[in-house]
């Protein structure tokens, strides 16, 4: 059975940092891109970042680009997200996936998380 599981949200202060992890079971993420997508109260899921199978790449939208780093570790199977400077914007419910081709769409990623909260207070 395959589980993506993220963890580290919580409540931070708007200019704090946050580190979002993503532990994978079932599953060889080293085969796949890995992305982090977001989604507000009362919004549709978002694109935040991904990482392909080597780091070579790595690609943020434009809301983030600056303030967040993904990064993964192939040896111990899990994905990150670090996130500076954060905004009262960026409070979401944030989903790690992963997807067998690189892409930046909702639809292209194959495998998802449950989510985990991330409440920035202004």
């Known amino acids: 059975q395959v589980q993506l599981i993220e963890s580290g949200g919580g409540l931070v202060q708007a200019g704090g940092s946050l580190r979002l992890s993503c532990a994978a079971s079932?599953?060889?993420?080293?085969?796949?891109?890995m992305g982090w997508f977001r989604q507000a109260p009362g919004k549709e899921r978002e694109y935040v970042a991904c990482?392909?199978?080597?780091?070579?790449?790595?690609n943020y939208a434009d809301s983030v680009k600056g303030r967040f780093t993904i990064d993964r570790d192939n040896a111990k199977n899990t994905v990150s997200l670090q996130m500076n400077n954060v905004k009262p914007e960026d409070t979401a419910v944030y989903y790690c996936?992963?997807?067998?081709?690189?892409?930046?769409?909702?639809?292209?990623?194959?495998?998802w998380g449950q989510g985990t909260q991330v409440t920035a207070s202004s």
């Open positions: 996936a992963a997807a067998v081709r690189l892409g930046i769409r909702h639809n292209d990623y194959d495998y």
């Open positions: 079932g599953l060889t993420l080293s085969g796949y891109t």
């Open positions: 990482i392909s199978r080597s780091s070579a790449y790595r």
